[in-house]
């Protein structure tokens, strides 16, 4: 439901911070926009700025995120060094959530701008569709495309086994980098 009458800059940067502190999930530009009658470039500009003034907040494919510090919780954490092609992106994915691997982002080194990070924050299935969703209906390319498929990827899990388990599949498809 958008408001009729717009907000001021502080406060609506003020509700924009408590939606995503209460939230659980990403919310995107486009539905704070609209909830606060402005244009997503005015939400991307106030995001900004929170992030300027030490609000821990990323950017993932799913929308803005607020990382609470139980996020940030898994025991077990790993980077694992990947390659393969565009069209193997789904099943690399879905293999690690499906072990209950969180992916949490993925790096590549870019010949000029060196190390490029893109937040995922991918836990699910779910996830994973709605992120291929998203590169698809954008026609967007991936970061591995601009490194002949090699990138990294932060990976974390409640259990040792789970990372283990995960990359032991990465290995047999030919995906993991050794």
Do not use: W
């Amino acid at each position: 439901m958008s408001r009729e009458k717009k907000l001021k800059s502080p406060e609506r940067r003020g509700e924009i911070l408590t939606k995503l502190r209460d939230s659980s999930a990403p919310i995107t530009g486009k539905s704070l926009a609209e909830e606060m009658n402005v244009t997503r470039q005015v939400i991307v500009a106030d995001v900004s700025l929170l992030k300027a003034g030490g609000e821990p907040i990323i950017a993932t494919s799913q929308g803005y995120l607020y990382m609470k510090e139980e996020k940030k919780g898994f025991p077990y954490t790993k980077t694992i060094v990947c390659c393969h092609n565009r069209m193997e992106t789904k099943d690399e994915l879905e293999i690690l959530v499906d072990h209950g691997v969180y992916v949490q982002n993925v790096v590549i080194e870019h010949p000029v701008y060196g190390d490029l990070k893109a937040e995922l924050h991918l836990g699910n299935r779910r996830d994973v569709e709605r992120f291929m969703e998203r590169v698809n209906h954008s026609n967007a390319s991936f970061l591995l495309e601009l490194t002949g498929g090699v990138h990294t990827h932060e990976i974390a899990a409640g259990r040792e086994d789970a990372l283990h388990n995960a990359i032991k599949e990465l290995e047999d498809k030919g995906i993991i980098v050794k």
